[in-house]
């Protein structure tokens, strides 16, 4: 009996132990896919006819790249801010941008640190990634026919992130489109460990993965929480969005967000749309709801 027991004991442990072994491992790597994801290149067929390579250069020395397309419309000089996600890159909006081209809007897209044809950097998932969000601003308010009061940031998922943390740092910026944001790094990667990484324990396998992303990085990546920014920005105008079925950031953090927004505020749930599906699942719903919500935030 007693040597029945013993093994039953070393078999709970061994596998104990090759559950930790196991998911240290791949929170490792998946802290390694966040700091240093595959960079890609935007095709350059998908570069808009209108749009100018440009770049420059954020305050602690990245070199940025990005498609700039001036405004048309004849008055009011308003312009987009886009920002991409995680292991994207400008390309990933010439969808939408090619609706706020037709209504006149200057653009700019760009590549964030460690993307696409910018400069390689640690990838800090919204905390240095602020940094080109303000030297794109800075960029774009300075030219010549945009007008530097009627600027709106727009980003997505980790530009998403990114864009409430920008906001709530670039008084000068007038409105926010947030697409499938996180509320905190911390609670996205709890949620990702628990449904995407086999099913493990948020704890000590999603507070493992922010320690690594921290060290490889060398940023602290648990500062990036717009949870804790968003109240911030208003007075003016913020438009979350949120596909229903988002298998990568669940709707929940959009829902937190809203909560913690102040007013004026705006919530677009789009069902069954996926982590980067809105505009394709429901590209009528999306044109009665961003394009006016942008109109009436940067107009006079």
Known sequence: MKRVLRLFLFT??????????????????????LV???????????KPNTAQDV????ADGFTLRGWYVPP????????????HGHAGNRSQFVREAALYIEQGYGLLLFD????????????????NEVLDVQAAFDFLAAQPSVDGERIALYGHSMG???????????????????????????????????????????FPFGSLTQTFTSNLSDANVREVRPIDDIAGIAPRPVLIMHGTADAIIPFAHSERLFAAAGEPKQFF????AGHNSIYIVAPDAYAERVPPFLEAALRD
């Open 12 to 33: 709970v442990f061994a596998l104990m132990l090759g559950i930790l072994i196991a998911g240290t491992v791949l929170s490792y790597r998946q802290a390694e896919f």
């Open 36 to 46: 240093n994801p595959p960079q890609y290149n935007a095709p350059a067929h998908l």
């Open 55 to 58: 770049d420059f250069i954020s």
């Open 72 to 83: 048309t419309h004849p008055t009011s000089g308003a312009a987009i801010l886009f920002i």
């Open 112 to 127: 964030l640190r460690n993307h696409g044809a910018s400069d390689p950097a640690p990838t800090t998932m919204g905390l």
């Open 160 to 202: 998403a992130a990114t864009a409430i943390r920008a906001m709530a740092r670039i008084p000068q910026a007038r409105a926010l489109v947030a697409s499938a944001p996180y509320s905190s790094m911390e609670r996205v990667l709890n949620d990702g460990v628990r449904t995407l990484t086999f099913g493990l324990l948020a």
């Open 269 to 272: 749930a789009v069902d069954d």
